[in-house]
Every structure is written in C-alpha cells, then in structure tokens.
C-alpha cells in the first residue's frame, strides 16, 4: 500500500510541472520559418510556443483528421479550401489583423477564399525547375520546356519534389491542360506522361533534403517551389532557375485558424505578428520564399537586399497560363494513387 | 507474492488499450469500405482484391528481397564478430558488447541522416575519392544505400542474439571434442555452430521483422521512388487517404510476418532437438 502511495505521490509532483504560461501550437511546413521569430514571439507575449511541422498538405490533413489540436496552420490553396469546405477551419476576425495593411493587394482575396474571410497570406511562390548553369544548356530549357525533364540525355540527374498534385501539375501543363483538369482522358495521359518521365530520366523523387541536396550540385536538375530555390541560388552561384513558358502552379500558403483551436486569440496575435514588416522581413531572408508584405519584398529585392536579382525570389505573375490549383473532392486520391504507381514502379 | 499479481493490471489495461484496440481497428478498417460513418458499416474484400495488382506484388516482392539480404548481409558480418567477442577475455566482453550497443543510444534518425553526407556524390566519400582522382561512384538512392543502411541499423540485434547463445555455451562439450581428436575447424562445424544456431535464428528474427516493414530507411536513403511496402502503407495514409487499403496491406504484411514467425519457431524446434538428440550419446 505504502508503494502505492508514494507512485502516486509522484504522478502527482510530475503534473503539478505543467506550465502556467499560455501555449500556441503552430503547424507550419518544414524549413519555413526564421526559428528566432517563434523565440521573438515567445518573449513578446510571453507565452509557450510549440512548433510541429509536415512536408506536404496531405500529411497536415492527416495529422488534424486523426484529432490533433492547433491553433495555426499553413495549408497551400486547395487545402484552404477543402478545409473550408469541411468546416475544419473558422473565421478570422480581421479586425484583430491590424497588419493586414502591410500586405500586397494583389496577394488578397484570391478565388480559394476570395474575401479573405477565412485565410492570410504568408508566403506565395510558384514551381520551376532549379538547373546547373554549367551543364545544362537554357536553351534546352527554352525550346523543351517540362519536357526536359523526359530528355534522356539527363538521365539519373533530376530531382523532383515527391508531391502528387505538383507532379501532375508538369505533366498537365507539358500536354496544355488545366492543372484542375478533371477529364479522364487527360489525367491517364499524364499518367503515362509522368510514367515515361520515371523510365527516361530516372529522378529521385525527395522532399525537403532537397535544398541541402541542390546546394552541394548533386543534380543537374530540380523541379522545385520558386523560394526553395531562391535560396538554393543564394547560397550555389552555379544553380540557376527557369520556369517553363507553358505555365506552372501560382500557390499561395495561408495562415489558418482550425475550428478546434484552443487559443483563438492568441493565434490572432501570431497572425498579426508574421505580417509585421521586421517579422515579414526577418522571416523571408532567412526562408528565400516570398513574402506577401509588401515593404519586406521591397527590402529583399532592392540592390542592397539578400535576394537581389534573384530569379526565384519574385515569382511571375504575368502568364495567363499560370493556374491556381483548386479542390476537387473527386480527385483528392486519384491523383495521389497514381503518383504512388508512378513511384513503384 | 500473491500482492504483486495485482501490479501486473495496470499493464493488462494498457496491452488492451494500445496494442489490441488499434489491432481491431485495422482489422475493421481492412475490411470495410471508405467513409464509414462510425456507426454504419459496409464489410467489403475489396482493399484485399486491390492489393494483387502487378504494381504492388512487385513491391511486396521487393520488400521481401531486399529483408532477406539484408538479414544474409546481417549473418555474415554478425555471426565473426559475435564469435570473437565470446570467445576473448571476459572483462573485455563486457566493453566489446557495450561498443556494440552505444550506437542504438542514438536515434535512428540522426544516424540514418547521417549516412546521406556520408554517400552522397558531393559527401564525404565521394570528396575523397575526387581528391585522388576516383569516381564520383552513385551510391545514395540505390540498392546499396538502402541496404547499407537497414545492415547499419539491425546489425547490433544479429550480433546480440548470436553472442549470447555463444556466450552461455558450454565449454566443455567444445574441450571434449578436441580431447577426441578433432581439429578447430571439425570443433566449430560439428560443435560450436550447430550449439548457436538457436541464436542465429533468433537474430534473423529480431533482423528480417523490422527490415521487411521499415519506411524510413529506404525514404532517406533510396529517395521516393525506392517504394517498399512499408513506404506503400505510410503513403496509402498519408498521401492517399485510403486508410481501408492501408490497413488492408498492413494485414497481409501482419499474415506474412506471422508466416514467417512460425516457421522461424518450428526451425529452431527442429534444430534444438536435433542438437539434444545428438547429444544422447
């Protein structure tokens, strides 16, 4: 009995070590934030911030599916608006967002969640291909354009980002088909696009080892976000980045609040905090993607600034066949099931 | 003693709790159809039908190849090592087997990490093999890598398991044959092999059952399309959202693994009472 007591006695002094301070917990994408403004943040407010982070949207959906709790997220567009959709996410109360005057009108309302009811812009960027000046010719780029990616003579030298939906995305766009497309013909047309692309040039399909990867040269060749690569650039002088002519996916990562949030207020004031302009900038030096605030943007790009003359860091938004990836609750697994064919075989 | 059974309940709760109700929930998964509502079930064989499809044979069949080499690869290098730590000095035994062990301390994360800049065309291999002119050789997103790398992490538990049948050997059944007349190399064959092989099994055991179903390793190191059945399954709940699937190959994964397990034991019966049998004389 008296064992009993005292392993009771011990639960106790153990629960009794629960903090007093307020807690956050943020779901962000891995390699997507400067850490010291989560420690800026912290000290601000003086409150607890517990970071996790996922490597593709699927994966968060999951992770929230399977019951976790937080107060933010970062989901990429179609996401946004599934999770609209599913009720998983809940109003933002914009007058609490006195930063919202920082950020570029141009980055809100866009059509997955068109008044900003619901989302606030963190970073936005689109997908190129990050390439070796010094062994892959532009021209070939030019003139083949996705299409590179299925040139044998780069076999064994491209990396591409394991993510169904981007995948389908070159493959679509290399055919001239809407990346939303949900026409049947079309996606087993580039599925065997995508097929004839794994037997051609054998890539490696990673995720976020691939910027460390780039960096070093181990490929020629990389399909990639527009601010993995700015930073690839920044850090490699060989490293180069092109976006085909043929149009490539516009995204924009939005800061959400889930419906099951513990701690709406405070996730209000972290939403507040990124858009501020010393957070925004801090935070895109260190990233390389870009930012929606518009001052930060000014900063990184100006002649003095990190990302100077960087083709990756300022994203085109100029070519109308440039597309939004929206949500189509019908191909939410067919998509990824053929990916996963693609890889196996 | 009778006070202390009660302790085991505390135990019984949480067996219960974490390893039989997420075993039934896979089971109810593999069998019913997507987008259950908790309440309404529709049974179904399909996600089992789905899974003998050319594309994910090859996996599984894949899965299989690479764990039995890995457990080969795992026997080779083990069982020499196992054999000279239980044969030196007692004293230095103890720090042999503690060297063994230090690197499981580490999270197999970092460790498996730590072999991409190991293997990688600009990692430290390849930097020295550029520095006297050799290479590059590819060696990350292979076979070898990935081998590599599951030898690397199950390696210790070969080792263990083969030491210690070694070590509570009895010495003089190896003295008496010497004393009539065999040499080292009978001694071993006729005597000290055979007494071990309990614990090589054991070890191909504790090597091929996380080998065959690991994900990580063959992530890291073999990249994305290096798809084992373990990536299969993760993918099929993470990526996919087919959770029914999922649970479907992990149930056949379950049958294998318990195939396996059983004529693993009947082996080891086999070879225990053969061993006692020829020990009569």
């Keep these: 009995m008296k064992k009993i007591l005292i392993l009771f006695l011990l639960i106790g002094t153990l629960s009794a070590c629960t903090p007093a301070k307020k807690t956050l917990k943020v779901f962000n994408w891995g390699e997507y934030i400067d850490a010291t403004v989560i420690a800026d943040f912290e000290k601000e407010y003086n409150v607890r911030v517990i970071y996790d982070t996922y490597d593709s949207n699927e994966l968060m959906y999951t992770k929230l599916q399977s019951g976790e709790k937080y107060d933010i997220l970062v989901p990429t567009d179609h996401m946004v608006e599934r999770l609209i959709a599913e009720g998983k996410i809940q109003k933002i109360d914009l007058t609490k967002i006195t930063n919202l005057k920082n950020v570029d009108s141009g980055m809100l309302n866009r059509p997955f969640d068109p008044n900003n009811q619901y989302s606030v812009p963190y970073f936005y960027g689109n997908i190129g291909i990050i390439f070796n000046k010094n062994v892959v010719d532009v021209a070939d780029l030019e003139a083949q354009g996705w299409d590179v990616l299925r040139d044998v003579k780069y076999k064994d030298r491209v990396y591409v980002y394991d993510s169904a939906r981007d995948a389908f995305m070159m493959a679509y766009k290399s055919l001239g088909y809407s990346i939303n497309t949900t026409n049947t013909a079309q996606i087993e047309e580039a599925f065997t696009w995508l097929q004839d692309m794994d037997d051609k040039t054998n890539p490696v399909y990673i995720d976020e080892t691939l910027i460390d990867n780039m960096i070093n040269g181990e490929k020629d060749l990389a399909v990639d976000f527009s601010g993995d690569a700015a930073y690839v650039l920044s850090e490699n002088p060989d490293m180069d980045f092109f976006v085909p002519s043929e149009g490539t996916n516009l995204w924009t990562d939005s800061m959400v609040i889930p419906t099951n949030s513990q701690n709406v207020d405070l996730a209000h004031k972290w939403i507040n905090f990124m858009l501020r302009d010393d957070v925004a900038l801090k935070n895109t030096e260190y990233v390389g993607y870009t930012s929606p605030i518009v001052s930060a943007f000014e900063a990184v790009t100006s002649a003095d600034g990190v990302y100077f003359n960087n083709p990756a860091y300022a994203p085109r938004l100029d070519n109308p066949l440039d597309e939004v990836h929206a949500y189509s609750p019908e191909l939410v697994s067919i998509l990824p099931d053929k990916w996963t064919r693609v890889k196996a075989d | ?281």
């Excluded at chain 2, 039908?49 to 994910?56: C, H, L, Q, R, T």
């Excluded at chain 2, 590599?148 to 210790?156: D, I, Q």
């Excluded at chain 2, 090589?200 to 063959?218: K, Q």
Aim: proline share 4%.
């Design chain 2, 1 to 281: 003693m009778r006070v202390f059974a009660n302790l085991v309940r505390p135990y019984l709760v949480w067996m219960s709790l974490f390893i039989v109700v997420p075993m039934i929930l896979i089971v109810l998964y593999a069998f019913t159809t997507h987008g259950n509502s908790v309440m309404a079930f529709q049974f179904t064989l399909d996600n089992f039908g789905k899974f003998f499809d050319p594309v994910f044979i090859k996996v599984l069949l894949k899965s299989i190849q690479v764990a039995l080499v890995t457990t080969f690869v795992c026997i080779l290098i083990g069982y020499p090592i196992a054999y000279v730590i239980a044969n030196v000095d007692e004293r230095w035994q103890t720090l042999l087997m503690l060297l063994v062990t230090i690197p499981m301390w580490i999270n197999m994360l970092v460790r498996t990490y730590a072999w991409i800049s190991i293997l990688s065309d600009a990692g430290l291999i390849n930097t020295f093999l550029k520095s006297i002119n050799v290479g590059p050789i590819k060696m990350m997103y292979t076979d070898f890598a990935v081998i590599l790398g599951m030898v690397y992490n199950f390696l210790p538990f070969m080792i263990l398991s083969i030491y210690t049948s070694l070590a509570k050997m009895d010495k003089a059944v190896i003295d008496a044959s010497f004393d009539l007349g065999a040499n080292t190399r009978q001694t071993f064959m006729k005597i000290t092999f055979p007494l071990s092989l309990p614990g090589v099994i054991s070890g191909v055991t504790l090597v091929f059952l996380p080998a065959v179903s690991t994900f990580i390793i063959p992530k890291f190191l073999g990249g994305g399309q290096y798809m084992l059945i373990g990536n299969l399954i993760e993918n099929q709940f993470i990526t996919v959202g087919e959770w029914n699937f999922g649970s479907a190959i992990s149930l056949i994964m379950a049958m294998i693994i318990m195939l396996s397990m059983y004529m693993t034991r009947k082996m080891d019966k086999d070879i225990v009472q053969e061993a006692q049998g020829g020990n009569k004389w």
